[in-house]
Structures are given as structure tokens and as C-alpha cells.
């Protein structure tokens, strides 16, 4: 598994983007709406930019090269010498147990989820907005990422059964294609009483996931002919998309679609509730603070009506019409 030539790997790591622009984004989005009142007038005045750095902690890695971000996106758990329930529960005991060369390979998305709720939870305490939105947003990313099967497990591309392009097709092609009619709704944010049991709640149920996802892709290709699969052009060669990998065909999307039976929908939806509960956690532990000091009352009051409008579109499971870069 880990045999790769360089530019494999390059390819890989700019394809597989987590969730996608447009599933990152719209998670953070949603994310506001499910904040108790208290705090969402705060994230509402800057929802545009908790929106926009969704995709921040991809584009360390993307754009700025950064070669320590990579393995915070994900955990290949079956590559591990023990088995999920008893890998070092929080950051301390991980670093006890584990070179960081072994995490550089097998990822540390769990402790990065944790270690990032520390940080916004101090941002809060200290009163620091800026740092607030970036952390609330990055914190975001994570926990989208924690809700997307692929990424806790080592065959995340598909690659060891024969699926390769499987992790951008569910997590990008799906969402492009049918996110608009989902229906983000969720509940209320709520209290974690034990952030670090959440976390590898999350990351278990996750996990549990990827075998489903892939034995329901395999079960669909097996049922479409091989030509079938993919997209062309008009001689016949097969479409790629910007990161070389092939297009898979609107009938192949639409059937795993189906056969998915609402999965990128609930696990979008989850990633939502996640995030709102780990905002609302760390905003609680921090005392409470009063988020609407931070703006100047003018802007406040400039966006009390498109938040009322908005709040009531979410109600109803819909965000305002995003742009997104497309990946495909
Ligand atoms: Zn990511």
C-alpha cells in the first residue's frame, strides 16, 4: 500500500480533497444555523469567511505545501498494530506510544480534532475573534473530515479491491452532482460532556462505514458493464478530471447514488451536528463568553434580517445557493 511513485502520490494527495469544496462548505454553513442564538448571530455576521476557509486546512496542504498537514485529514486505522478501541485515546498518550514518523504515514485526525478544540476553546477564553472564526472554520474541516468513511480507513482510495477514484467520486461527484437536493436540517447544537469519547465516536462510527460504502460500490460496478462506467469523449477516450483521474458516467453516479441510499446525505448531515456540538462545547467550557461584543453593533443589525431569512431557509434544509469550485 504505501509503494507509491512520487507523482502518484502528488496526484493523490491534490485529489483527494476531503469532503470536496462543495460538501466542506456547505457543512460549515449549515454548521451556523444549528448554534443556539447566543452565538449565531456572531458566526452569521462572518458566515461568508466560516464558509470560505472550510477548505483552508486542504489548501495548507495543497497550495502552500505544507508537508505536516497531510496526515491530520485522516487515520488509516487497519494500519495500525492494535485494534481501534485500544489506540491512545487522547494527544499526551499518543505521543507516548507512537513516533511521529508512524503518524506522518497513518495519519492523527482524531488527535488533531482535539488538539484543535483546546485551541478554540482558548480562543474563546481570551476573547480573540479572529482566532475564533479561523479555529471554529479549520475545527470544521476536521470534523467533515472524521464523517467521511474513506478517511479512517488505509484502503481510502479503494485501491486494495480494485476501486480506484471510489474517494472523490463519493465525497466530490456525489455532492456536486445531487447536494442540492439535501436536506441539511439538523438539531440544535448540543453539550459534549466528553470531547475526547466523542471524537473517537465519531471516528468509529466512521470506520464502520467504509466497508458498506465500498461493498455497495462494488455490488453497483459489478451490475453496469465495464464500458459503462466512464465518461468519454466523442473518439472515445475517457474523460479525466483536473487530477487525471477518470470521470465516472452519470449512470454509473446516479446508480451508486441510489444504492447508497441516502449515506452521503446522513453522513453530510452528521458532519453538520458535529460541528455545531463541538463549537457549542468549547464556547460553554470557555464561560460562556459574550460573542456579540466582538462586532460592531452596526453590522449586527445590518444582518439581522438575511439571518432571520436564512434561519428559516435551513428549517426547511436549505442553505443559500453556493458557488463552488467545481473538481469535475
Ligand atoms: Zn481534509
Known sequence: MKHFTIPFLLILLLSLCSWGIWGHEHINRAAVFALPMQMRTFYYNHVDFITVESTGPDMKRSVYNDKSEGPKHYIDIEGFDRPLDS????????????????????GSLPWQIQDMMAKLTKAFKDGHKSEILLLSADLAHYLGDANMPLHTS???????????????????RLPEIFGNSY??????????????????????KSHQLADTLLAIDRKVRASMPEDKLYKKDDQGNQLKTKYNTPIQS??????????????????????????????????????KPDLNKLDDPELTEQNKTPLEKDYEAWKKGKVVKLKTDSEY
Open 87 to 106: 489506540l491512545p485515546r487522547t494527544t499526551a498518550d499518543k505521543s507516548k506510544v507512537y513516533a511521529d514518523s508512524t503518524l506522518q504515514k497513518l
Open 250 to 287: 452519470d449512470e454509473y453516479a446516479n446508480a451508486f447514488h441510489t444504492a447508497l441510499n441516502g449515506m452521503v446525505q446522513e453522513q453530510m448531515k452528521t458532519s453538520i451536528t458535529a460541528v455545531a456540538d463541538f463549537w457549542y462545547t468549547a464556547w460553554v467550557n470557555a464561560g
Open 154 to 172: 488505509l484502503n481510502y482510495d479503494g485501491k486494495l479491491t480494485g476501486q480506484p477514484g471510489v474517494h472523490s467520486f463519493w465525497e466530490s
Open 183 to 204: 436536506n441539511l436540517n439538523t438539531r440544535e447544537a448540543k453539550y459534549i460532556d466528553d470531547v475526547t469519547k466523542e471524537t473517537w465516536r465519531i471516528i468509529k
